[in-house]
């Protein structure tokens, strides 16, 4: 029963974190050290696929009307600078494997992160402030994006939405909505393509027997979180900064560096 409980709330966890500019991956790390348990990388990888499934079905109007109205310039664009940052990401992602990366298992950097990347976030916006209200996508915001989700998965603790959503305000899609909306369309492929590249090197190299009724509650408690958090956040966001993230990462992360 209480691992029942415990799966529950990685799933809850995992919901809330994916998507809010306050990392999925240092959250995790932190329950873990807590004493929820460590989980296998199939785990992680299935219940992170639930909460991108959940902005699949909030975006999906979005989606749809990309490719329905493909031949419209302006549709074109989005799409060919999705797929840019998304070939980025992916290449120099290929890289970092190759160079034998691997994500650090201790509080400490998560916490440093957390810290920073507040600080960060609180600069960054106030510096977003002060460019004209931007929409637009340019091929440059494009191509920053997709560097900026490798710096994120380098970093545990940054977060991929937080460091996303940032650069794109900073290089020029200053309005908090567009810049929001590019970063979640685009973590969509990239988040499936990682959690399906996890999946085949973890079967690959033998996955540790899994409770298949505990990972299916666990991927559909974080599939309606993420749903409820993200619709959240997409009406938070239309009349306030992200200044309250940025403080509670500040204080998380303190805490962190005070207590572990």
Known sequence: MNDLLNVIWLGIIEGITEFLPVSSTGHL????????????????VVIQAGAILAVVVIYWPRLWQLLVDWRKPESRSYVLKLVAAFLITGVMGLVIKKL????PATITPVAWALVIGGVWMIVAEQL???KP?????????????????????IFPGTSRSAATIFVAMLAGTSNRAA????AFLLGIPTMFAA???????????????????ELGIA???????????????????QTHRFTAFAIYRIVL???LLAFF
């Open 29 to 44: 790390l932190i329950a873990e050290k807590l004493g929820l348990g460590a989980r296998s990388d199939v785990f992680n």
């Open 179 to 182: 810049a929001t909306e590019f």
């Open 100 to 103: 034998g990366f691997k994500l």
């Open 133 to 153: 209200d931007q929409s637009f996508v340019s091929w440059p915001v494009a191509i920053l994006v997709g560097i900026a989700q490798i710096v994120a998965a």
């Open 128 to 130: 977003a402030a002060r």
């Open 219 to 237: 991927f559909a408690v974080s599939t309606v979180t993420a749903f409820i958090v993200v619709k959240w956040l997409l009406r938070y966001i």
């Open 195 to 213: 959690s399906g590249a996890e999946l085949h090197d973890a079967f690959k190299h033998g996955a540790q027997p899994e409770n298949w009724t």
């Open 253 to 255: 992360g303190t805490l």
